[in-house]
């Protein structure tokens, strides 16, 4: 078998290494990729959006199955457009994709099949928006109705604050006003065939650039996999109360999805909650999930295409996984790129996993192109050793300006309380 895998983060870098182990798997391709997937596979330089050039590529390297990695080219089409050459997609087509790229589509899907969410209002105009606003009290939640990388989000008690944030996104989208919900997230990821599916472990990210989870929001600083406080009867409740009415409104809705549900919840004191529904692999859960599961991803890809994703057997290995996003200076705001990478060539995948993000290289010189750079990924018997071994590599990825949360994993064994 042969896959493309679309996109250049470390995403698509967890994804290209997990084909790469596979023993059904003869060749991987990504496009565009990065410095660190030239390595695993074969990078095209194509854009995700050249949806032609996709499809020319498929055709020339005979590619068995593309595996759609961001969210932008699914909500543009990207699968329907393959699957009317007959090609096969890991993805939702443009309809479904609508899961993410309208709030208001999925909150309204929440709200049709009586799914635990925050309560929204959805807003056009900013003299109705900002007259809401201020008839609230206390902490709430303002997001950009579209796709926005992670960053369309304001969890606010300010009103001028809210406001202005809020009249930004008016001048170009709609918005959405939610309830505050206090708790902790996790991400879950359900893998469908369009009729059966399967449920992989939990993660939690961190989305918030600062740590003790203060400062904007990011694309996500760091992730963790498993979760320690998810135990096996808050994982039945997910399961009943989430993942089997998401699935079975999908079809009640006649979404016939293939591909990733990734649904974002909100562990709070009556329970779990949505806040949001992806439509492909979380980044940087990727990288923490991936390394964790004992699934051969070519035996993954044959069973969706063969609609038997039932028969694939999630198995854990009881590894834990700590991923430490390194940003480039100045993200999530502008920031810097072109900047010289050295990375320690006696790094092993025994001592920690590395995935690069929008690196390329020139004259033989990793150069950075992106705000999150790299994900530096340790692993260990649990959350604590894996964070220890995460935070003793991370300085073997160095560039000018880099930082980096010294947080990440902390707070889910430092903190009893929820």
């Excluded at 997609?89 to 208001?104: D, F, M, R, Y």
């Excluded at 996790?186 to 893998?191: A, G, P, Q, Y």
Aim: negative net charge; glycine residues 10%; hydrophobic residues 40%.
């Amino acid at each position: 078998m042969k896959v493309l895998i679309i996109g250049s983060g470390a995403r698509e870098s967890a994804i290209a290494w997990k084909y790469s182990k596979s023993k059904c798997v003869s060749g991987v391709f990504i496009a565009p990729g990065n410095a660190g997937t030239d390595k695993i596979g074969t990078n095209l330089n194509i854009d995700p959006f050249d949806f032609n050039a996709i499809i020319e590529a498929c055709q020339s390297h005979k590619i068995d199955a593309v595996f759609v990695g961001p969210e932008a080219p699914l909500s543009a089409g990207i699968v329907d457009a393959l699957q009317a050459k007959g090609i096969y997609a890991i993805g939702p087509n443009k309809e479904a994709a609508q899961l993410e790229s309208s709030k208001t589509f999925s909150k309204q899907f929440m709200l049709r099949h009586n799914l635990p969410t925050a309560k929204a209002w959805e807003f056009a105009d900013p003299a109705l928006f900002e007259n809401h606003v201020k008839s609230l009290s206390g902490k709430w939640v303002v997001k950009k109705n579209g796709l926005a990388a992670g960053k369309g989000v304001l969890e606010s008690d300010n009103q001028a604050e809210m406001i202005a944030f809020g009249n930004e996104i008016l001048k170009s989208d709609t918005l959405i006003i939610e309830e505050f919900l206090a708790g902790y997230e996790i991400s879950v990821f359900v893998l469908s065939d369009g009729k059966n599916y399967i449920v992989l472990p939990p993660c939690s990210d961190f989305k918030k650039a600062k740590e003790n989870d203060l400062g904007p929001n990011t694309g996500g600083m760091g992730s963790i996999c498993p979760v320690p406080w998810v135990n096996s009867e808050l994982k039945k409740n997910i399961r009943h109360n989430i993942i089997e009415p998401t699935m079975e409104g999908l079809k009640m809705d006649g979404i016939n999805y293939k591909g990733i549900v990734y649904i974002g919840l909100m562990i709070t004191q009556e329970g779990p909650k949505i806040l949001e529904y992806n439509v492909r692999f979380g980044d940087p859960e990727t990288q923490v999930l991936l390394p964790v599961i004992d699934i051969d991803f070519g035996d993954l890809t044959h069973s969706l295409i063969e609609g038997t994703i039932q028969n694939i057997p999630v198995s854990e290995n009881e590894k834990s996984a700590v991923g430490v996003v390194i940003a480039a200076e100045g993200y999530p705001g502008p920031y810097k790129k072109n900047q010289p990478v050295t990375i320690d060539e006696n790094l092993s995948e025994s001592d920690a996993l590395v995935f690069h993000a929008s690196t390329i290289v020139e004259n033989g010189q990793v150069l950075t192109k992106g705000g999150r750079c790299f994900s530096v990924v340790g692993m260990g018997k649990d959350t604590i050793d894996a964070a220890v071994k995460a935070y003793e590599h991370i300085d073997k990825v160095c560039f000018p300006g880099s930082w980096y949360r010294k947080d990440i994993g902390k707070k889910f064994f430092m903190d009893e309380d929820i």
